[in-house]
């Protein structure tokens, strides 16, 4: 999952202008599959290197939206209701001191 959110960042920067609707589209359902992966519980190192670069490569997502001024999608009509998870998401991360380059990223 997170080499596909890398790939998208790669798609969202190469076709911003025309990119909007597609991701409106399958925003909830792609968050959706990120937050279960994040839920799942590590259960060795591997999984636990896992688990952080999901949850690098998913602020790095949202900031790659926000950078390329497709905010709109995160309250879009479709995506409202996933709206107070991201945030929810974002000050768990941010809060986390037992991964300090996740929390670091919280705050970028």
Do not use: C, W
Not at 68 to 74: F, I, P, R
Request: aromatic letters at 12%; glycine letters at 6%; zero cysteines.
């Amino acid at each position: 999952m997170a080499l596909f959110l890398r790939l998208l960042d790669q798609v969202i920067y190469g076709f911003k202008n025309e990119i909007y609707e597609f991701l409106d589209r399958m925003f909830s359902g792609l968050l959706q599959r990120v937050f279960a992966g994040i839920s799942a519980p590590a259960s060795g190192t591997d999984d636990e290197i896992e688990l952080a670069e999901l949850k690098r490569e998913y602020l790095n997502f949202l900031r790659i939206i926000l950078n390329n001024e497709l905010g709109a999608v995160l309250v879009s009509g479709t995506n409202q209701p996933m709206f107070d998870t991201i945030i929810e998401t974002i000050d768990h991360f941010a809060k986390d001191v037992e991964d300090y380059p996740t929390a670091k990223m919280s705050f970028q």
